[in-house]
Nanobody
Framework: QVQLVESGGGLVQAGGSLRLSCTTSGRAFSSYAMGWFRQGPGKEREFVAAESWSGGSTYYADSVKGRFTISRDNAKNTVYLQMNSLKPEDTAVYYC???????????????????WGQGTQVTVSS
């Protein structure tokens, strides 16, 4: 069993930055691909970013490419999401997820993940 706890959300003005963290419990963190998803008000959960288990590959939604960066620290069992140039449309609850998927399809869809955090709210004011 893997437990994930997100932190770092909050209220920020448009153009600002936030860094989300997701710390996992349990062993074998380095075996898991890690992903970030978000769900805005009245919207379905959508893919944001993912990093392969090895850290060698990263994937981003077009809407965040060039602004967000996913990274992981296996020594700390933590994955990060650095969010820059935030926009009001980035307002959402952000979830991290861990999974054993290896393909880009599985890494960019919620069904490819086995474990989820409880979410952290990010609000971007205009």
């Amino acid at each position: 069993q893997v437990q994930l706890v997100e932190s770092g959300g909050g209220l920020v003005q448009a153009g600002g930055s936030l860094r989300l963290s997701c710390t996992t419990s349990g062993r074998a963190f380095s075996s898991y691909a890690m992903g970030w998803f978000r769900q805005g008000p009245g919207k379905e959960r959508e893919f944001v970013a993912a990093e392969s288990w090895s850290g060698g590959s990263t994937y981003y939604a077009d809407s965040v490419k060039g602004r967000f960066t996913i990274s992981r620290d296996n020594a700390k069992n933590t994955v990060y999401l650095q969010m820059n140039s935030l926009k009001p449309e980035d307002t959402a609850v952000y979830y991290c997820a861990a999974g054993l998927g290896r393909s880009i399809v599985r890494l960019t869809t919620s069904s490819g993940y086995n474990y989820w955090g409880q979410g952290t709210q990010v609000t971007v004011s205009s």
